[in-house]
């Protein structure tokens, strides 16, 4: 019998296959754009699914909120969005074709390989205190080099927009 | 309820989503009311402020305006400019609905009552304007007009940006109450105000203050409402839409206003915390809520009748360069009070009243100047004569 588990898992896969078809396949580029925020919110859903809700809220947060809203600041900059109907040629030659066929073909490879800890899509219980401890505890010196590096991404950003305004 | 349906011989399904159908709507209607409700409260103060009447004319009092308007805007025609992008526009006042009526699942309205209590509800409730900047970039885009799009991309540079600002003023309160639930932060709080978040100790309040600025930012009112600045944009990124769609538009603002206030008040002002000896009369729990949510309301429409609009780049350095550091500053803050906290408990018994020591004393003091004004303007009114 279907649960409500499933129905849901379905609805999110129906966002997610029919907004990905929109991105690649649309001609117009920002539609594209728009459509990849559904794929994210999407994705989401697959994460509540687990029982992962702080990663699902974080995933809407940093992805479907800045990281999705930048790239479509960005696509609004690029130079062939005058011609909205064209901007996003949906075929680009051979080479194309064989990098997204071998990506597809190591993508397959590597699920069939791979052993999935947990297949349930039942609710496992808060997990932002298990998160909290695993980061601050378990792999504190990774999380500090990552925050490190991103400090010292942003200061390099800020560094060349300087430099920019400057010259 | 629901046992007493599945005894029927009702599905467990269907009575679960009959539940969450009538819960939904109630959240919804109840919403639509209010926020034309606060189209009459504010342009009521507002007339007020300027030394006019504004609406008085429909219903007692002007009350029933806002349903005059509504009848209006249903019977515009709904225009689509030429050279629009058709999907885009028609589907941006949807998403900008969803993303403002989303935060109602984890609203509270009382003590306890809320439509889900998420463990994640505050982290949600901050994530889910992903769909209101979205909705503007898309009505910004696709109106096809240099205005619209200008007020859409301010609208997402400015949301985008106050969002962390937002986020880092929650987190003290949330290190406080050491709880992501909504429930769990207002259980965290008591009734008195020197029990409130905000009141907890001086980070807290820097928070408090950063939050509510933020907010402001992040729901476009003044004095941060750049995307919809009059006299540069015309109307910002919905100038383009009339009839029902501009109505949404209208309604999704004044119920951000709503959700402003509410999570304003649960977080830091104690939400609907009742003493010890009134909390069996659960029902003046909402009342004390709903109070306290139209109070912040009220100061935010008073805000806005009161400040003159920021420039683009001053409000980007607000954020950035104030805002943010400020923020750091209070959570580092916390953390440490926290840590002194764990060790001397009395600091808590005392910090709490001082601060809403201080904090009455600033109020009287505005009091003392209002009155002063006051004063003199008489004194000028009446040499006049």
Same mark, same amino acid.
């Given at each position: 019998m279907i649960g409500i588990p499933e129905i849901f898992f379905y609805i999110f896969c129906a966002l997610i296959f029919?907004?990905?078809?929109?991105?690649?396949?649309?001609? @117009?580029?920002?539609?594209?754009?728009?459509?990849? =925020?559904?794929?994210? =919110?999407?994705?989401?859903?697959?994460?509540?699914?687990?029982?992962?809700?702080?990663?699902?809220?974080?995933?809407?947060?940093?992805?479907?909120?800045?990281? @999705?809203?930048?790239?479509?600041?960005? !696509?609004?900059?690029?130079?062939s969005i005058s011609q909205p109907e064209t901007s996003n040629p949906s075929f680009q030659g051979i080479l194309t074709l064989i990098g997204g066929g071998g990506l597809l073909l190591i993508l397959l490879i590597i699920l069939n390989h791979t052993t999935w800890p947990s297949q349930s899509l039942i609710d496992h219980g808060p997990t !932002?205190?298990?998160?909290?401890?695993?980061?601050?505890?378990?792999?504190?010196?990774?999380?500090?080099?990552?925050?490190?590096l991103l400090v010292a991404a942003m200061v390099g950003a800020i560094v060349l927009i300087n430099k920019g305004e400057r010259s | 309820m629901e046992a007493f349906a599945v005894s029927l011989g009702v599905h467990i399904y269907l009575v679960k989503a009959i539940?969450?159908?009538?819960?939904?709507?109630?959240?919804?209607?109840?919403?639509?009311?209010?926020?034309?409700?606060?189209?009459?409260?504010?342009?009521?103060?507002?007339?007020?402020?300027?030394?006019?009447?504004?609406?008085?004319?429909?219903?007692?009092?002007?009350l029933l305006q806002f349903v005059a308007d509504?009848?209006?805007?249903?019977?515009?025609?709904?225009?689509?400019?030429?050279?629009?992008?058709?999907?885009?526009?028609?589907?941006?006042?949807?998403?900008?609905?969803?993303?403002?009526?989303?935060?109602?699942?984890?609203?509270?309205?009382?003590?306890?009552?809320?439509?889900?209590?998420?463990?994640?509800?505050?982290?949600?409730?901050?994530?889910?304007?992903?769909?209101?900047?979205?909705?503007?970039?898309?009505?910004?885009?696709?109106?096809?007009?240099?205005?619209?799009?200008?007020?859409g991309m301010r609208s997402a540079a400015q949301i985008v940006s106050y969002e962390i600002p937002v986020a880092m003023g929650l987190l003290p309160s949330i290190l406080f109450a050491g709880s992501l639930s909504m429930i769990g932060l207002m259980n965290a709080q008591g009734w008195a105000p020197w029990q409130w978040s905000a009141f907890q100790n001086p980070f807290t309040m820097i928070a408090f203050l950063i939050f509510f600025t933020g907010s402001l930012a992040e729901g476009n009112r003044v004095p941060f409402d750049l995307p919809e600045a009059e006299s540069e944009l015309v109307s910002g990124f919905n100038t383009e839409y009339s009839g029902f769609r501009f109505a949404v538009y209208f309604l999704a603002e004044w119920a951000n206003l709503y959700v402003i206030g509410a999570l304003t008040t649960a977080v830091f002002l104690g939400g609907g915390n009742l003493p010890e000896a009134l909390q069996p009369y659960w029902y003046l729990s909402i009342f004390l809520f709903l109070l306290k949510t139209f109070f912040i309301m009220f100061v935010i429409i008073w805000l806005r009748w009161t400040l003159p609009r920021f420039r683009i780049?001053?409000?980007?350095?607000?954020s950035w360069k104030y805002l943010l550091p400020l923020s750091f500053i209070a959570f580092f803050g916390q953390a440490v009070y926290m840590l002194i906290d764990h060790q001397f408990p009395v600091i808590d018994m005392v910090t709490g009243p001082i601060m809403f020591l201080i904090f009455l004393l600033v109020l009287l003091k505005f009091f003392y100047r209002v009155a002063i004004n006051f004063r003199e303007q008489n004194k000028t009114v009446n040499t006049r004569a």
């Open positions: 029919g907004s990905s078809l929109l991105v690649v396949f649309s001609y @117009n580029l920002l539609r594209s754009a728009f459509a990849l =925020f559904f794929v994210l =919110f999407g994705i989401a859903g697959f994460y509540v699914l687990l029982g992962g809700d702080f990663l699902a809220v974080i995933q809407i947060m940093v992805y479907a909120g800045g990281i @999705n809203i930048l790239l479509i600041f960005g !696509t609004m900059m690029t130079g !932002t205190k298990q998160i909290g401890q695993l980061l601050l505890r378990n792999y504190i010196l990774p999380f500090e080099v990552i925050s490190f | 539940i969450m159908f009538i819960i939904a709507a109630l959240s919804v209607t109840f919403m639509a009311v209010i926020s034309g409700l606060t189209t009459w409260f504010e342009r009521r103060i507002a007339g007020r402020m300027q030394s006019r009447i504004g609406p008085n004319r429909v219903g007692p009092q002007g509504a009848v209006k805007l249903f019977m515009k025609e709904d225009l689509i400019p030429k050279g629009a992008d058709r999907l885009l526009f028609k589907m941006s006042p949807y998403l900008c609905m969803i993303g403002v009526f989303a935060p109602f699942v984890v609203l509270p309205w009382g003590m306890g009552i809320i439509a889900a209590d998420l463990n994640v509800g505050v982290l949600y409730l901050i994530s889910i304007t992903a769909l209101v900047v979205v909705g503007t970039l898309m009505a910004g885009w696709g109106s096809n007009n240099k205005w619209s799009l200008l007020g780049d001053q409000l980007m350095d607000l």
